[in-house]
């Protein structure tokens, strides 16, 4: 019994709470139009039928919480447990249904309006002391069934990322496999992973520091557009990075969908990250390769490297490694083949190749070094001389850039 209030309010207020179970099936029907009009429950995420089920349900719990409130204290299985059961399952089934928090909150709390706009249609012009001394505990039972409906939705939209997150992790391990991959596995990767398996994707990878950069990168959410994802995998110390190109609008040519690849469409984030980076590559059945390219590529980043690199930047890094490993040694012989320079000789000849080798052009590279054309001239005759190396020559050029890279 509130403090104040005689048998006689009681037994009123009792007799009010019956008039609201009365008409339950009134309250039932209002709160399925007026919660409609919220966008999430007007699109059927939720069908009419389990709508007023629900809301059936909802009522006469919260109306027999009003008839007994020492259901608030009761550890029996009364009300308040019935009520708390409920909530529960109510949030759990509404986070699965896909309602977002903000219109669950609102659904809930047309629970309070509705109940108190009833009780006070059903009430005397008398009942108006009585309906004021209750409103608090109308809105205690309320809100406690929207406080423990909104606990149980949150965790379960925990559980089902946990859920999520585990089943992209494990068709993201398939996709690395080095095993041939089926059809079936790219399918069912591309469904979980919410992508389409024939797109262009670009990836990075890196080890050490990088790699715990790239982590948070993917972690914070670094993609390119609010509907891309970045995808993370992580083995023998490297982590890798993909995502799938935005495709542009319009179409290409034969009415193709055209889609746009490049640099450009890497994640800003990553721009300052130190990784093997391959881009435009076409489908998941790709990727294996594309990201054993990426690792490599990792392998030859130098010191002085700041963000991702590319084949196209690294070819000759590339070549070198693969001639190293095939156990020749072009840097060797190169700085055999200059052993024979006077002093400072050297220096200037080295100085000026790699000018040239930048820039492709005698009089560019006179003006960068600030020497007379012929200079440069004499300086390129006395390192074929030297080395052996004719700069003119395409083929022999490229052995240099391959030494030096």
């Known amino acids: 019994m509130h403090n104040g209030e005689n048998a006689g309010d009681t037994a009123r207020w009792g007799e009010l709470v019956e008039g609201l179970h009365g008409r339950l099936e009134e309250l039932v029907e209002l709160f399925v139009t007026r919660v409609q009009e919220i966008p999430e429950y007007a699109d059927n995420r939720v069908s009419s039928p389990e709508l007023r089920s629900t809301a059936r349900e909802t009522f006469r719990r919260l109306i027999d919480g009003l008839r007994d409130e020492r259901f608030r204290h009761s550890n029996s299985h009364g009300s308040q447990d019935s009520l708390a059961r409920f909530a529960s399952e109510l949030g759990a089934k509404r986070a699965r249904a896909g309602i977002s928090p903000e219109a669950l909150i609102s659904a809930v709390r047309l629970d309070f309006s509705i109940l108190w706009a009833d009780l006070r249609q059903i009430a005397d012009a008398e009942d108006a002391v009585l309906l004021t001394s209750r409103v608090d505990q109308v809105w205690r039972v309320v809100d406690e069934f929207a406080t423990q409906t909104h606990s149980s939705y949150s965790s379960e939209r925990v559980r089902m990322a946990q859920e999520e997150s585990n089943i992209r992790r494990e068709f993201i391990a398939r996709l690395f496999s080095k095993s041939e991959l089926s059809a079936d596995t790219i399918s069912q990767a591309a469904a979980a992973l919410v992508t389409d398996p024939e797109a262009r994707f670009s990836i ?21 557009q609010p509907s891309q ?112 320079c006077r002093d400072g000789e050297r220096e200037r000849l ?56």
């Open 229 to 340: 994802r970045l995808y993370v995998h992580e083995f023998g110390g490297s982590t890798y990075v993909f995502w799938a190109l935005p495709r542009a609008h319009g179409t290409g040519s034969g009415g193709a969908a055209r889609q746009d690849e490049g640099p450009a469409y890497i994640p800003a984030a990553i721009t300052g990250i130190p990784c093997g980076y391959v881009e435009g590559f076409s489908g998941l059945r790709a990727l294996p390769s594309a990201a054993r390219t990426a690792e490599r590529l990792a392998l030859l980043l130098h010191p002085a490297d700041r963000g991702p690199l590319t084949a196209a930047a690294a070819w000759a890094r590339l070549a070198k490694q693969q001639l190293q490993d095939a156990g020749l040694d072009l840097w060797a012989d190169l700085e055999s083949a200059l052993s024979e």
């Open 350 to 405: 080295t100085e000026t190749v790699r000018n040239f080798l930048h820039t492709g052009n005698i009089t560019t590279t006179a003006q960068e070094l600030f020497c007379h054309r012929n200079t440069i001239l004499n300086r390129l005759n006395r390192f074929q001389e030297l080395t052996g190396i004719d700069l003119a020559v395409p083929a022999q050029a490229a052995r240099l850039v391959v030494a030096w890279a």
């Open 204 to 224: 990075v990878a890196a080890s050490g520091d990088a790699a715990s950069k790239l982590r948070t990168v993917a972690t914070q959410g670094g993609w390119l």
